[in-house]
């Protein structure tokens, strides 16, 4: 097992740098003795099986510091990344995603893993990040906002993430969007910390079963922490995924909290890790359910107005989005990777009364309880 | 000639009140003359027939006001309105403009045209907006931001504008975009005023001889003004139409301006009225040349992509998108109609070297001269 790891370190390190290494591809030799020795002290007890490509943060600082928060989050999210990448590409028969490791001049870097234009995804993107650097200006005003107490001047923060955006071919399955992420800050002699995210369906054509299955989840794995969790972040995540100009919710939501900082640093952690780790049991059953399900051309052509309506709650309403490609040095093909493959939009469109899109639509106007 | 104009003002009138009226059908012959009664107070020498609908403000103000500039502007966008429309309508077999004449209940309205699933049009949108009321108080910061001296309290404006956006079919016509505006805004005693807009291209495939005689016919029209017009509403246009996250500009250009009040108001509308008849001259041309062109599924895939870029532009960064959205009472369908029928996105998608997609992004990345 210990010589199975550190031979996987060395090859993500390998591809990780294959740019540079090609150039000295004529000392080959040499150098493959250089990196496995230089691997070799480095060495942990971290198991990059389980990642889709290397962390962000070198291993030898992940190991020497496994009780720092910043440590657990990188790892826990990267786990999270390659048991969902897994888990989706176990309902594909052949295609698989791509995986783009790449870094931030200004500190920190990510991992974005795309499937595109497959047979039941038609587009899957599951991307952590892992950065650090001094907060832009936009950052400070909007947390300020939020009520965090920030001093003037520098303030250095680190944020580790996981986000996720997955779109199926199949117009009977819904959309799955999940976010968690661990955030500080340094202000003064203070370092403040919080959690945030959340877990939401996006249904095409509503089917009360799959709507039910998938908050339980949620509600089970929020009861477990807290009762008041579910009810609190179930009504926040209907307030905050709406698209006002249409008075519509974008789907038929899930949980989204933001500023989480008790009890205890330790059971933030355990409660959000919780909730990335209901994903798979939340949504990968409705894709088997459905996925082979026949449909019409009218139910494709509603599917990507739907998406359209998408697109315009990422790109008008999103704070995540919006944040992102204002920061300078962002990846915004990493941010972007949330827009579908392909979107339509139909001027006044209308569904019928007392149709299957009519009845999707109702729940959005009016948001249900789907558990109690 | 007036009993003519009389008589469609007539119908006019019909239909924009069909519905109530249809409650009144039973006592149609005593009805319809009624209708002819008052109609005939109201006649003026407007020949509605240059229109898609009727005015939104009553033909009588329209009448006995002739040189107030809210007048003049609203009668100059509903001509060119039905021009635009009507030569598109040359360009198609059968497909023909939808019109939807809406009020809005702050005061004004609009008419919307929609030709949406043309052979050679995909969505074309033509509007006109008529609109009163007190400034909402995002506008009047953003006014105040490009120093414009308002009073505090009740800010009482009208604004009239004529703006369309035309996707065509094929990948080898360019879409269009242009927006001609007149604002008044009353602060205290006295009425500020002045004009905006601009005419913009988005070709797909680059071709050097549409762009130069689409910035030519802008530059000639520009040139009968005052020649430092077309070097200086060039330069702003490259400016405004931009992504920063991509670095990329939305198209080739064209002309944008804001805040033109002098030499004195009625030069101001001579130039307007004379950009927005230059848009025929300068589109129809193109749309005439490459309707017929072949294309491949390639060059399809292309022109979705580049719509998605168009659709991260008008939702993300447009003042126009952002301004009506957040205002309230306003009509979304009439503001989105800017989006097209389909649009794409594909992660990390980049044009081979030396291919006609890059040639495009070259110019996108680097505006160029196309006149001098």
Known sequence: MFFKVFVKNCTLLYYQHEGKFAKLRKYSPVFTGAVAFLSSKS??????????ALPITPLDKLSSSPNDMKSKMEL??????????RALEAEEDCNKFIVDRWERKEGGGG?????????????????????????????????????????????????AGISAVIHPVNPMVPTIHFNYRYFEVKSGDEVQWW?????????????RADAVHFHQTLKTTCDRHDKSYYPRFKKWCDDYFNIPHRGERRGVGGIF????DEPSQEQCFEFVRDCARAV?????????????????????EWQLLRRGRYVEFNLIYDRGTKFGLYTPGARYESILMSLPLTARWEYMHEPKENSPEGALLEVLRNPKDWVV
């Open 43 to 52: 060495k942990s007890n971290i198991d990059t099986d389980e990642f889709m």
């Open 76 to 85: 826990m999210i990267l786990r999270v990344q390659k048991d969902f990448c």
């Open 111 to 159: 991992v974005t893993c795309v499937l595109q234009d497959g047979k039941v995804f038609e587009k899957a993107g599951v991307n952590i990040s892992v950065v650090s650097g001094n907060l832009p200006p936009g950052a400070v005003a909007q947390m300020r906002s939020r009520g965090k107490k920030l001093e003037n001047g520098d303030l250095p923060f680190f944020a």
């Open 195 to 207: 959690f945030g995210g959340g877990t939401d369906l996006t249904p095409y054509y509503l089917n």
């Open 257 to 260: 909290f933001d500023d989480l």
């Open 280 to 300: 798979i049991p939340s949504y990968i059953p409705l894709v088997q359910r459905h996925k082979i399900a026949s449909y019409s051309k009218i139910e494709r």
